[in-house]
């Protein structure tokens, strides 16, 4: 028969605990994340042994050429090479971990890599008109295509662009999230034939939207090509991309929020409006922003609904009006240089115009929704001081 001692001091329980834990078979504790000296002598000795393999293979054995092929081989040889060698010194779960690890930062790398690289390519190509006062200045109206590089510029386009997508925003933006907020908020039966028209519209080849408004605007209504029938064909563009970007932030918005609202009286409208809209502004901002992105950088639906035109129009409403991605396209296939180098210095323009948006989004998206932003927590601190 066993008996238990509980008068013992209670002092005795982690002596015991820290005998048990001094024992041969106990469990250590991992630490996750981080790289040991061991890990990287393997990555430096996988590295070694696949690059010299991959040479005597490229060099000695097979009939392969080529700088891509190469780096592809020594990329998997690489793995199999780090495979292998760990598989003598670790478990087979943290070996696999490891190879996994490996194989994401890899792929990041050579994201960074091709877009630094397509950067680059763009911002050297186009330097030579970009670095010109005239290029942000001036429009193509007076310029040939033999004239010297300091003559011409993109400023047109660059108007074109901004009076386009902010039509184009105009008439997404409103749609897009009263869609959300019908997705989100109210359902029902429509609501899912909704969705999937919304899903379908997300993937619409640009071009479809293009031909649409040729074929209804242009066509059907006598229309003629303008910017506000290219702002139309944004407009179905960027639509599905607000709405879905708004119906996620909106379904992140707690319930608790509604229910307070709705234990006050609230109506389901005040509720969306007072409570739900507010909560979710940041990140109904950064899904206008993502919008704004993806229809300010569309060349095929201006390509048929807003026609070309070298000079300045600042009417969206008449004539023909041009725009960064027309203008690229026009002038890139000219066989001029200086012509090419236009073309390339508006697409670094554009790519710019681009990346400040990214980089609003970004901004504007970093916080949950309902967080106050610094300035909002800096005015209540002064408030408060105040008081």
């Excluded at 048990?20 to 040991?36: D, H, I, Q």
């Excluded at 607000?242 to 005040?270: D, F, H, K, M, N």
């Excluded at 950088?297 to 969206?316: D, R």
């Amino acid at each position: 028969m066993t008996t238990v001692d509980l008068t013992a001091s209670p002092a005795a329980a982690p002596d015991a605990t820290a005998a048990r834990s001094a024992g041969p078979g106990t469990e250590r504790r991992r630490k996750l994340g981080g790289v040991t000296a061991a890990e990287v002598v393997t990555l430096f000795a996988a590295a070694a042994a696949s690059l010299g393999l991959d040479w005597l293979l490229y060099e000695r054995v097979l009939p392969f050429s080529g700088a891509q092929g190469f780096l592809l081989c020594w990329y998997l040889l690489f793995l199999g090479f780090t495979y292998a060698i760990g598989t003598t010194q670790w478990p087979p779960l943290h070996v696999r971990e490891r190879l996994v690890t490996l194989v994401a930062w890899s792929s990041g790398l050579l994201l960074l890599c091709l877009i630094f690289a397509e950067g680059y390519f763009i911002a050297v190509r186009g330097w030579d008109a970009f670095r010109y006062g005239n290029f942000l200045t001036q429009t193509m109206s007076t310029t040939s295509a033999i004239s010297p590089i300091t003559s011409g510029g993109a400023l047109h386009a660059v108007v074109g662009s901004l009076e386009q997508i902010g039509l184009a925003t105009l008439f997404a933006v409103p749609l897009g999230i009263a869609a959300a907020v019908f997705l989100s908020e109210i359902g029902g039966r429509t609501a899912r034939p909704v969705r999937t028209l919304v899903e379908a519209m997300t993937a619409l080849p640009s071009i479809v939207a293009g031909l649409f408004i040729l074929g209804v605007v242009i066509l059907s209504l006598g229309m003629q090509a303008c910017g506000f029938a290219a702002s139309l064909a944004l407009t179905v563009m960027m639509m599905p991309i607000v709405t879905r970007a708004a119906e996620v932030v909106i379904r992140l918005v707690p319930g608790t929020l509604r229910e307070a609202s709705y234990a006050l009286g609230g109506s389901q409208w005040r509720t969306v409006w007072n409570v739900v809209l507010p909560t979710a502004r940041r990140g109904l901002a950064t899904a206008v922003i993502l919008g704004m992105a993806r229809g300010i950088g569309e060349t095929s639906p201006v390509l048929l609904t807003a026609g070309f035109t070298s000079g300045m129009n600042a009417n969206p409403l008449s004539g023909h009006q041009v725009s960064l991605p027309l203008y690229i396209w026009n002038y890139v296939r000219q066989p001029y240089p200086h012509m090419v180098s236009r073309a390339f210095a508006a697409a670094l323009t554009l790519m710019i115009l681009v990346l400040v948006l990214f980089v609003t989004a970004r901004l504007l998206g970093g916080g949950r929704p309902g967080e106050l932003s610094r300035r909002q927590r800096r005015r209540l601190a002064r408030q408060a001081a105040a008081r």
